[in-house]
């Protein structure tokens, strides 16, 4: 089955600075790569998403970036804030009826 | 006008009793699911329905039986409870079949055996 490997597992960036987190999956037929963020007691949130036809994509401060060849993913995230500080998690999947296989997450620390 | 809600948001039980969460999504989705994240952070599926229907079962322990009345509704139930248990629960729902939709999750349900 699929598995997903993320790193760091944590991070600490002085606000203002960028914050980049890596993902590797196993399964070539993964097609749907999104990114949930969780603060702290909270549920986690879609906060963008990728599919396998497409290798860039950005929303406002928060881009994610595919190379389908290496079998990795990114998330970056510009300007940050101290609201950017939360649990990130990356994820995939192969197709429609598959499961979403996440990460093991990132602990995103903004500093003011 | 809560997406999806589970009820209780705490559950504070002892070893060997039973207990049930209920989840319900006013989304019109078709698919559901319950996640299991524990200390660790980890979000690991556990089952998934689509339309009432089990296609995704992962390996749990058959102390744990979902129930899923219709699609707007998934229940957990949980036979003696074990201190491994301790965990936060997660419902979730999404269009279609779901693996490859944005999925909406609950606000959780903390659980702790003791």
Known sequence: GENVEQHPSTL???EGDSAVIKCTY??????????YKQELGKRPQLIIDIRSNVGEKKDQR?????????KHFSLHITETQPEDSAVYFCAASRNSWGKLQFGAGTQVVVTP | DTA????PKYLVTQMGNDKSIKCEQNLGHD??????QDSKKFLKIMFSYNNKELIINETVPNRFSPKSPDKAHLNLHINSLELGDSAV???ASSQGTGGNNEQFFGPGTRLTVL
């Open chain 1, 62 to 70: 928060i881009a994610v970036t595919l190379n389908k060849t290496a």
């Open chain 1, 12 to 14: 600490s960036v002085q």
């Open chain 2, 31 to 36: 698919t559901m699911y319950w996640y299991k």
């Open chain 2, 4 to 7: 999806v809600s589970q009820t």
């Open chain 2, 89 to 91: 629960y997660f419902c």
């Open chain 1, 26 to 35: 196993s399964d070539s037929a993964s097609n749907y790569f999104p990114w």
